[in-house]
């Protein structure tokens, strides 16, 4: 069975310093990667997603991830963040169901930025 | 613009009394899901149709039903809203497609009293 393990609950920043969210999978076929995020009272939007071919997906908002599947990690990464990036980030694994895939989350990671 | 919408954005109900929610999609997709999601936790998902396929999660309980009448609306039913149900719950859709992806209405935030 597909999971995902988000290994940091929180994680404190400074405006304009880089930032690592991580995100370790579990699965026995190929895998789809996502990273959504999440404003308050909001729902989920896409960062970007992980289907094939290069390891470095860019997202929207100046994100990006890479694959790597020795380490079964697709870590998200922006080299300097913005007030405006606080927010509950969820790392995603496309689990296969009977007649279509379905969306398996981690339990989160809130990016607090300060400035 | 709104392509997935959930309808109320806040709903206060009493304990025992039945609720409905609802969320509909401009989208043509195939697939709607509901997701539940409490304080601080991951998005869970409670069950999703296929067209009219419905499919349920094996650990969504009893309580929670749900109706998709035609491609575009998909509801749910809360039978007995017990104070453990109040949450987010998140309505989405996607093509029916390996490796798609999800899109989610705003959610609507459910109140037990």
């Known amino acids: 069975a597909q999971s995902v393990t988000q290994l940091d609950s929180q994680v404190p920043v400074f405006e304009e310093a880089p930032v690592e969210l991580r995100c370790n999978y579990s699965s026995s076929v190929s895998v789809y990667l996502f990273w959504y995020v999440q404003y308050p009272n909001q729902g989920l939007q896409l960062l970007l997603k992980y289907l094939s071919g290069s390891t470095l997906v860019k997202g929207i908002n100046g994100f990006e991830a890479e694959f790597n599947k020795s380490q079964t990690s697709f870590h998200l990464r922006k080299p300097s963040v913005h007030i405006s990036d606080t927010a509950e980030y969820f790392c995603a694994v496309s689990a296969s169901s009977y007649n279509t895939d379905k969306l398996i989350f981690g339990t989160g990671t809130r990016l607090q930025v300060f400035p | 613009d709104a392509m997935v919408i959930q309808n109320p954005r806040y709903q206060v109900t009493q304990f025992g009394k039945p609720v409905t929610l609802s969320c509909s999609q401009t989208l043509n997709h195939n697939v709607m899901y509901w997701y539940q999601q409490k304080s601080s936790q991951a998005p869970k998902l409670l069950f999703h149709y296929y067209d009219k396929d419905f499919n349920n999660e094996a650990d969504t309980p009893d309580n929670f039903q749900s109706r998709r009448p035609n491609t575009s609306f998909c509801f749910l039913d809360i039978r007995s809203p017990g104070l453990g149900d109040a949450a987010m719950y998140l309505c989405?859709?996607?093509?029916?497609?390996?490796?798609?992806?999800?899109?989610f209405g705003q959610g609507t935030r459910l109140t037990v009293v």
């Open positions: 989405a859709t996607s093509r029916a497609a390996a490796g798609t992806e999800a899109f």
